[in-house]
């Protein structure tokens, strides 16, 4: 599979989104009970706002079956940013409601990349290459425990707020930089 990954432009190109989305994205999730210490909550309050993104992921994944795009690499990479500008939005928050409602949407903006990515792998990759490129994309999704380490790393010497911005603002970067060298995921069907 990995011998064949440079002749298929589509799938190198969603798997740089998908490793992007966990290594400096979805790292932020293990953070939550720590900014919900800045707005001086409880346990039950705690908990409600780490399910805002699950709740928002649920309405978004909703949205686009109902929706059924008919570019769906748009949706898919275009859900990517919209979740990487929230939750640096959701980071810079002082106020414990809109925190919240800024996570639901974090969580509906990430169900565009969510909700689509393993249908794109498959739909750019043949039959008999199926299997193996979903193994890519497994290990792609695995970069997520180091994003983590590197998040948690970098909050040590920033703070939650700074790390987390940080951290998306990277990707939005190299998101950019990816959508420049492989833009044809944008119109993966």
Known sequence: AI????????????????????????????????????????????GVLASGSGIGMMLGSLAVARLNPQRR????????????????????????????AMLVLVGASSAGFGSTQSALVMSVTSQEMRGRAMGLLSMTIGALPF??????LVTERTGPATAVMISSGTGIVFLVIWLIRYPEILDIR
């Open 73 to 100: 690499g748009l949706v898919y990479v275009g859900g990517s940013f919209t979740a990487m500008i929230g939750v640096i939005a959701f980071a810079a928050m002082h106020v414990y409601p809109l925190a919240l």
């Open 3 to 46: 011998r064949a990954l440079p002749e298929n432009r589509r799938l190198i190109g969603l798997l740089g989104v998908t490793f992007a989305m966990n290594f400096l994205f979805f790292s932020y999730m293990p953070l939550v009970p720590v900014f919900a210490r800045r707005y001086d909550v409880g346990p039950m309050l705690t």
């Open 147 to 152: 994003g983590m380490l590197l998040l948690g």
